[in-house]
């Protein structure tokens, strides 16, 4: 849903206004424009003037407005711009503990609790501040840190029982299509996620995507493909070399659905997974944020499933959790 964040908006930029009223507007800009104007961001609000100003059709939905906000001051050395959301959740119920992948850690697999704390911290920063390609496209990377603290297990000092991390690489630019009056954009990228850990609990995995996003007014909706880049065979499962995980496309599938919905100052969200086999192996995810004081919300999210870490890959679990939300989607 990152890639919604900021690609849809590109996409409202498409339509371009006249070449005079667009020169215009942009020499009339630049004269009065301050040091910390780049031209970059010159040119794209005089796109939205001018188009605003024909009364076109497509309007500026809510993942585009977040992105020129994002432009900015995406590149002020003091300031660091979400990717995903950000969330904390002090208390997270599962109702099944994947003890199994933990049964070599004696002092472990018992202890654990049904219940404990997840958060997720995740930032993106610019590469280029100048059109590669098209106008408003851009390249990016992007890093995620998703983990689940073991808070109220004492008797193991509290240990996090699983930390995922999630770095990326991406280029993202608008479509000139508008179906339903609406927004589209399309993203291409690569990404590692591992769990930082060895032998018997190591998890890891490369990918390519292509994410193909659609916005209209408060909603957004993204489809993401991938294909995973193959590792050698493990010959053994206490060396470091080879697939960890060999069979997670058999669980987490090969796309992800995500969808997004802002009613006044509360915001829903979906996301969708299946491997399109017989037995039907996936997962859901629901959330549901809303406001509490300032720029805090209040955050509940609900995950039916396989893979919601990647420990987890192949063990299905049922979790609620409630928390406090530091950065929506739209």
């Given at each position: 849903?990152?890639?919604?964040?900021?690609?849809?908006?590109?996409?409202?930029?498409?339509?371009?206004?006249?070449?005079?009223?667009?020169?215009?507007?942009?020499?009339?800009?630049?004269?009065?424009?301050?040091?910390?104007?780049?031209?970059?961001?010159?040119?794209?609000?005089?796109?939205?003037?001018?188009?605003?100003?024909?009364?076109?059709?497509?309007?500026?939905?809510?993942?585009?407005?977040?992105?020129?906000?994002?432009?900015?001051?995406?590149?002020?050395?003091?300031?660091?711009?979400?990717?995903?959301?950000?969330?904390?959740?002090?208390?997270?119920?599962?109702?099944?503990?994947?003890?199994?992948?933990?049964?070599?850690?004696?002092?472990?697999?018992?202890?654990?609790?049904?219940?404990?704390?997840?958060?997720?911290?995740?930032?993106?920063?610019?590469?280029?501040?100048?059109?590669?390609?098209?106008?408003?496209?851009?390249?990016?990377?992007?890093?995620?840190?998703?983990?689940?603290?073991?808070?109220?297990?004492?008797?193991?000092?509290?240990?996090?029982?699983?930390?995922?991390?999630?770095?990326?690489?991406?280029?993202?630019?608008?479509?000139?299509w508008h179906p339903f009056g609406g927004s589209t954009g399309l993203?291409?990228?690569?990404?590692?996620?591992?769990?930082?850990?060895?032998?018997?609990?190591?998890?890891?995995?490369?990918?390519?995507?292509?994410?193909?996003?659609?916005?209209?007014?408060?909603?957004?909706?993204?489809?993401?493909?991938?294909?995973?880049?193959?590792?050698?065979?493990?010959?053994?499962?206490?060396?470091?070399?080879?697939?960890?995980?060999?069979?997670?496309?058999?669980?987490?599938?090969?796309?992800?659905?995500?969808?997004?919905?802002?009613?006044?100052?509360?915001?829903?969200?979906?996301?969708?997974?299946?491997?399109?086999?017989?037995?039907?192996?996936?997962?859901?995810?629901?959330?549901?944020?809303?406001?509490?004081?300032?720029?805090?919300?209040?955050?509940?999210?609900?995950?039916?499933?396989?893979?919601?870490?990647?420990?987890?890959?192949?063990?299905?679990?049922?979790?609620?959790?409630?928390?406090?939300?530091?950065?929506?989607?739209?």
């Amino acid at each position: 849903m990152n890639k919604i964040l900021m690609i849809s908006a590109l996409c409202f930029f498409a339509s371009i206004a006249s070449a005079g009223s667009y020169d215009d507007c942009i020499l009339s800009r630049m004269a009065v424009a301050d040091n910390e104007s780049s031209v970059q961001i010159i040119r794209e609000t005089c796109q939205v003037m001018i188009q605003k100003s024909k009364q076109e059709s497509i309007e500026m939905g809510a993942i585009s407005k977040r992105f020129l906000s994002e432009r900015q001051t995406q590149w002020n050395r003091h300031s660091i711009t979400a990717h995903k959301q950000n969330y904390i959740l002090p208390y997270s119920y599962s109702d099944k503990v994947n003890r199994e992948a933990y049964e070599f850690r004696s002092d472990w697999a018992e202890e654990l609790k049904h219940y404990e704390a997840k958060f997720q911290i995740s930032i993106k920063v610019p590469l280029t501040s100048e059109p590669v390609f098209k106008d408003s496209d851009g390249f990016y990377v992007g890093f995620t840190v998703q983990s689940w603290w073991q808070l109220y297990a004492g008797e193991i000092s509290a240990p996090f029982r699983e930390t995922n991390y999630q770095p990326e690489f991406f280029y993202l630019t608008g479509l000139n299509w508008h179906p339903f009056g609406g927004s589209t954009g399309l993203v291409v990228g690569m990404e590692h996620q591992s769990n930082g850990r060895t032998q018997l609990l190591s998890r890891s995995w490369n990918r390519v995507y292509i994410t193909f996003l659609f916005e209209k007014d408060n909603f957004a909706l993204s489809l993401r493909p991938w294909y995973r880049l193959r590792e050698d065979e493990k010959d053994d499962p206490n060396i470091s070399d080879g697939d960890d995980n060999p069979d997670i496309e058999k669980f987490i599938g090969h796309f992800e659905l995500r969808s997004a919905y802002r009613w006044n100052a509360h915001e829903f969200s979906l996301l969708g997974r299946n491997n399109l086999r017989s037995d039907n192996k996936g997962a859901i995810e629901l959330g549901w944020s809303f406001p509490l004081t300032g720029h805090l919300k209040g955050y509940v999210q609900y995950f039916n499933g396989y893979g919601e870490s990647l420990v987890d890959y192949n063990h299905s679990t049922e979790r609620l959790g409630f928390g406090i939300l530091l950065t929506d989607l739209l």
